[in-house]
């Protein structure tokens, strides 16, 4: 149990504080981050002559030689180490001797961690974006193909007004566009080096850490070494982007177990991703869409978390904020998933169109056009309103729709009614009418998806 920092101790930790203190169970995660920042330190001290030409190249050679062997499984990564880059530092220094001992020239671990960090979440944002760009392309071949899918639209869960299935999934498109907007405001925001800040106040080295930066991919390096060390806003706008991605695939999970359910019909979702009941027979339980609502809750969780532990710390670094990583890790994985397993879900519904528009009509959803029909023959809108009003509580009595009202019916409340009024109310006319950019009408909403088309194939 031998640590890095012994020298000032004269009594070894007691195991259970050595076991609460320690991270390698989970900072092993970005073992590759730690070792990639580590080999452009060390190009940097050697560029600097802090290091020798000779110590740089054993010191590389011997990263990358504990890379190779962690990646084919040669080398465990346990708990006799403290964390990641203990164990990195220390399986170096046994391959490679007194040269292993110089890496941590001009570092201290606060700006290390801070950097693996930096490195790991930018990697991840980077992922997580492709998962939602393959959703985005699932959703846009949707639209695509149901441009004169007739269903009705929703307010406050009630039937209000006819829209097309490309239309309805189409805001969706919408709301997961604006999530790798997010993503990449993120990614833009984060991307300075931290590398070089040491445990708060710098360096005596001379430091190239512009150099360092750009080995790195950073833009620059940051500005001040306390914020540098102690600084997770980006850990925390990721979660909040996190959340915004799972509150979506919420909502629209929500709207899939509904249109599954026996009262709507509106989708059958293929048997992979669908199981059974162990007693009832008949079911075909919606349990992806339901796991993915529920582990909404779960990135939630760690968004408050990170806000809780950040609150009250003082500058600069503090070992509460080893608390990001797990919770950040968690709640990337479980995107991922939710992402990875919502597209396949969704590619392979099939929509039962028919029962759509039948729920369109039978939901009076065009009983505004009804209205508009009025407006149209002159007849004052307030007035037309009431009209309408009467004919759908007269169709509501007789249990039949708009369409198939009689037109001597139509006539007993409105002489003005002729017998165009059914062509009028038309699903296909409603829908068609409505021409105003980011209307469902058919000639608006391929002018949307072209765009949408346009999108995806440059971002």
Not at 56 to 63: A, N
Request: net charge negative; proline share 3%; glycine share 8%.
């Amino acid at each position: 149990m031998a640590q890095l920092w012994g020298g000032r101790f004269t009594k070894e930790t007691d195991q259970l504080v050595y076991n609460f203190n320690a991270s390698i169970s989970f900072d092993q995660k970005f073992y590759e981050q730690d070792i990639r920042g580590s080999k452009a330190h060390v190009t940097m001290l050697a560029k600097q002559g802090i290091l020798t030409e000779e110590e740089k190249d054993q010191i590389l050679t011997g990263l990358e030689g504990i890379l190779s062997d962690v990646k084919e499984g040669k080398l465990a990564i346990t708990s006799q180490y403290e964390d990641i880059h203990s164990f990195v530092e220390a399986n170096l220094i046994d391959r490679i001797g007194d040269a292993g001992k110089k890496l941590h020239t001009g570092r201290s671990r606060n700006d290390q961690v801070a950097l693996d960090m930096k490195l790991y979440v930018r990697d991840e944002i980077g992922e997580i974006d492709e998962e939602v760009k393959k959703l985005l392309g699932s959703l846009l071949k949707i639209m695509e193909e149901n441009v004169h899918t007739y269903m009705p639209g929703f307010t406050h869960l009630q039937k209000a007004q006819p829209v097309t299935l490309a239309h309805h999934i189409g805001a969706y498109f919408e709301m997961f566009r604006r999530d790798r907007g997010r993503l990449a405001d993120i990614k833009k925001r984060m991307n300075t080096c931290p590398l070089g800040a040491g445990a708060l106040a710098g360096t005596t080295y001379p430091l190239d850490r512009a150099y360092t930066a750009e080995l790195l991919g950073f833009d620059e390096p940051t500005k001040n070494s306390m914020d540098s060390v102690s600084d997770r806003d980006y850990v925390i706008e990721l979660l909040s982007a996190l959340s915004t991605i799972m509150m979506h695939l919420s909502r629209f999970s929500e709207e899939i177990i509904l249109w599954n359910s026996n009262e709507y019909r509106f989708v059958e979702i293929d048997d992979a991703y669908s199981t059974g009941s162990s007693i009832m027979p008949q079911k075909k339980n919606p349990d992806i869409a339901e796991l993915v609502r529920g582990k909404t809750g779960r990135v939630y969780g760690a968004l408050l978390s990170i806000l809780t532990t950040m609150k009250g710390i003082p500058l600069a670094y503090n070992k509460d904020m080893q608390e990001d990583k797990e919770l950040t890790f968690d709640a990337i994985d479980t995107v991922k998933g939710c992402l990875a397993l919502f597209t396949g879900m969704v590619s392979t519904m099939e929509f039962r169109k028919e029962n759509m528009e039948k729920s369109a009509k039978n939901g009076f959803t065009n009983a505004t056009d009804a209205a508009d029909y009025l407006v149209n023959h002159g007849v004052p809108f307030r007035d037309a309103h009431g009209i309408v009003g009467q004919l759908v509580l007269l169709c509501i009595e007789k249990g039949i729709s708009l369409d198939e009202l009689p037109l001597e019916e139509y006539q007993k409340i409105s002489p003005v009614f002729e017998k165009d009024i059914y062509e009028a109310i038309s699903m296909q006319t409603c829908v068609e009418k409505r021409i105003t950019y980011g209307a469902p009408g058919p000639q608006m909403m391929e002018k949307v998806i072209q765009e949408e088309r346009e999108y995806l194939e440059k971002n």
